[in-house]
T-cell receptor
């Protein structure tokens, strides 16, 4: 186990609703990255938070937003859910943001939008 | 063109076989290359990490990077049923640990 925990593990939402996913980073880590993994695909980078500030963002619309708290846990919020948002959402924590810094993944949250 | 291309398989091999998994990438500026293993209903876990060109060995696993052809490989020797998983190649981009993944190759090792 990596020490990165995500909640909830599964949830089902209706198109147009809003959802909040949560991630507790590994002890001592100050960086959290979020990824979306569609079925049969590799994870795609959504954004990264470092010391409570957004440090980078992938090619996702503004209805995907995030937050990092002083204890370095993080939330991913998705507004106006679409069917294509159905995916496994992964968070990864690390100590720092350098390219060669290992990121440890949680088990993911499976989101189904109906 | 995707930045990292990977054949999704699936790949099915008998126990004890040598497995070869491959990816290509498009940007010659990529320097760090990783292989992640992802079991069903789990998050990815780092298996191997390589910097620039060359080989790296860890037990039954060998990672190879050929920057001249933009080709990365993972070899698994004496494959075991417990190796059955999806294998994801990845690199980092943008000067920070933003991971760019391939699509993943699903491997099944049957007894």
């Amino acid at each position: 186990e990596t020490g990165v925990t995500q909640s909830p593990t599964h949830l089902i939402k209706t198109r147009g609703q809003q959802v909040t996913l949560r991630c507790s980073s590994q002890s001592g880590h100050n960086t959290v990255s979020w990824y979306q993994q569609a079925l049969g695909q590799g994870p795609q980078f959504i954004f990264q938070y470092y010391r409570e500030e957004e440090n980078g963002r992938g090619n996702f619309p503004p209805r995907f937003s995030g937050l990092q708290f002083p204890n370095y846990s993080s939330e991913l919020n998705v507004n106006a859910l679409e069917l294509d948002d159905s995916a496994l959402y992964l968070c990864a924590s690390s100590f720092g943001t350098r390219e060669n810094t290992e990121a440890f993944f949680g088990q993911g949250t499976r989101l189904t939008v109906v | 063109q995707k930045e990292v291309e990977q054949d999704p398989g699936p790949l099915s091999v008998p126990e004890g076989a040598i497995v070869s998994l491959n990816c290509t990438y498009s940007n010659s500026a990529f320097q760090y290359f990783m292989w992640y293993r992802q079991y069903s209903r789990k998050g990815p876990e780092l298996l191997m990490y390589t910097y620039s060109s060359g080989n790296k060995e860890d037990g039954r696993f060998t990672a190879q990077v050929d920057k001249s052809s933009k080709y990365i490989s993972l070899f698994i020797r004496d494959s075991q049923p417990s190796d059955s998983a999806t294998y994801l190649c990845a690199t980092t981009s943008g000067g920070y640990n933003k991971l760019i993944f391939g699509a993943g190759t699903r491997l099944a090792v049957h007894p």
